[in-house]
């Protein structure tokens, strides 16, 4: 299974992202994922952004991400979205997405060690 993630780059504050993942794989079903988004600094432990569960009708949100960021899917397409408004200096991190293989199906799942796969991650970049 791979998961590539893209949509990174240099922002103003204020500005906005979509950050996406595509994921594929043989013999992988992409809708019995739930998906993550996480972010990490250097020297800092890797925490999650937000998270989706296999059918898109619930997520979850990190703090600092609610009321600016979006989460959502796309089962047919097996793309997983992020989408970042209102953009802080502090959002500044490398973005990875992530499947958590065969999840129970309301399930949303927060810790990274839920998670089987993982992309390679997307710098975002908020310069004040």
């Known amino acids: 299974v791979q998961l590539q993630a893209s949509g990174g780059g240099l922002v103003q504050a204020g500005g906005s992202l979509r950050l996406s993942c595509a994921v594929s794989g043989h013999s992988y079903t992409f809708s019995r994922s739930a998906m993550g988004w996480f972010r990490q600094v250097p020297g800092k432990e890797r925490e999650i952004v937000a998270a989706?569960?296999?059918?898109?009708?619930?997520?979850f949100y990190a703090d600092f991400a609610k009321g600016r960021f979006t989460i959502s899917r796309d089962n047919a397409n097996k793309m997983v979205y992020l989408q970042m408004n209102s953009l802080k200096p502090e959002d500044t991190a490398v973005y990875y997405c992530?499947?958590?293989?065969?999840?129970?199906?309301?399930?949303?799942?927060?810790?990274?060690?839920?998670?089987?796969?993982w992309g390679q991650g997307t710098q975002v970049t908020v310069s004040s």
């Open positions: 989706i569960s296999r059918s898109g009708n619930s997520a």
């Open positions: 992530a499947a958590d293989e065969n999840a129970i199906l309301t399930n949303i799942p927060e810790r990274t060690d839920s998670y089987d796969y």
